[in-house]
């Protein structure tokens, strides 16, 4: 009986999760076809969908896994150089940009995974500061890779090069510049995009922490020792959020590079490995609603602070001060889903007794 209370919780804190990412789709689109939106937040309504996957992957590692990792952004670095290099081949034979949008995003999510398996063998053995110091390194590796690279694209199809001048071109175009990163991207990303990435990776990571696998991860989470005492493969498991988390921050890499026709690789450098870090501090370990919620909140909020120029900052930190406490805050994180769910009971009785 309890197990089926708690089972019923989860997925009513779910369905919450969802309807709420979806009448937020629908809000901002209603507001968009009356003009209500500045051209300046209309910009970010991307980028913003591309900080909620990357900070609700990394909460599967920080918040689900318990694993502290401060090298996220170079999954998505390496999501978003693979990708939008398809991308550029795929639209250079015409063809509709959702399918080019989606191939890209696949492609990304694969590369990062493949990164992800082979970081995550010898880093997940470490623990603690050590992990975080070795993804940390490897974020800037991944950075200093991407400066010294070089792609094109002609008719005998791609080059690489790691010196600019070695690489043979018969015309053709330079789609990864070195230092100058991508050049002449094909804007084909979307806010409607952006919000189908979202709720597939809320299906993933929802249905994930629901399994059984899900619960020997945060069993490993809990207390490592008694996991592997009862027979649960720590090694295996780390690696599957791990691997999962990797592939949805290059989605996400794919989908925010899409959005610029120059993209850079200090774009992804250790600052934003540490922002959405924040994302997930402030949001609640483990609260994926929560990380949605700060990774809106702060990646509009400099926007509409900016007229307040002498008091933003201050503003800026006191947000983050409330954020935190409420995002944390057990009671007032449940009061919502209380509610909700006293409207829904009082629905249907309603019904009942119309029947």
Known sequence: M???????????????????????????????????????????????????????????????????????????????????????????????????LLISMLVGGVVAAIVGVIVGVPVLRLQGDYLAIVTLAFGEIIKGIVNNLYVGLDANGLHFSMIKNTMQMEGGKV??????????????????????????????????????????????????????????????????????????????????AANFSTVVASKFDFNTSILILVFVVLGGLGNMRGSIIAATVLTVLPELLRQFSDYRMLVYAIVLIVMMLVTNNPTLRNGLDMVIAKFSKKQAKGENANV
């Open 175 to 256: 789609l990864i510049n070195g230092p100058m990163g991508l050049t002449g991207i094909p804007r084909i990303a979307s806010f409607t995009a952006g919000f189908v990435l979202i709720m597939v990776c809320l299906f993933i990571i929802f249905n994930l922490v629901n399994s059984k696998s899900g619960r020997a991860i945060m069993a490993l989470r809990d207390n490592r020792i008694a996991a592997q005492s009862v027979g649960i493969n720590v090694t295996n498991y780390k690696l599957m959020a791990f691997v999962i988390s990797a592939a949805m921050a290059g989605m996400a890499g794919v989908l925010f």
């Open 2 to 100: 309890n197990k089926l209370k708690t089972m019923n919780k989860t997925t009513r804190s779910n369905m919450i999760t969802y309807i709420m990412v979806i009448a937020a789709f629908v809000i901002v689109q209603v507001l968009l076809g009356t003009g209500s939106i500045s051209s300046r937040l209309t910009g970010q309504l991307v980028p913003i969908c591309a900080y909620i996957v990357m900070a609700i992957s990394l909460n599967l590692t920080v918040g689900v896994l318990g694993e502290l990792s401060l090298g996220h952004a170079g999954f998505m670095s390496a999501g978003a150089f693979s990708g939008i290099v398809v991308a550029s081949v795929l639209s250079q034979n015409g063809g509709s940009e959702p399918v080019i």
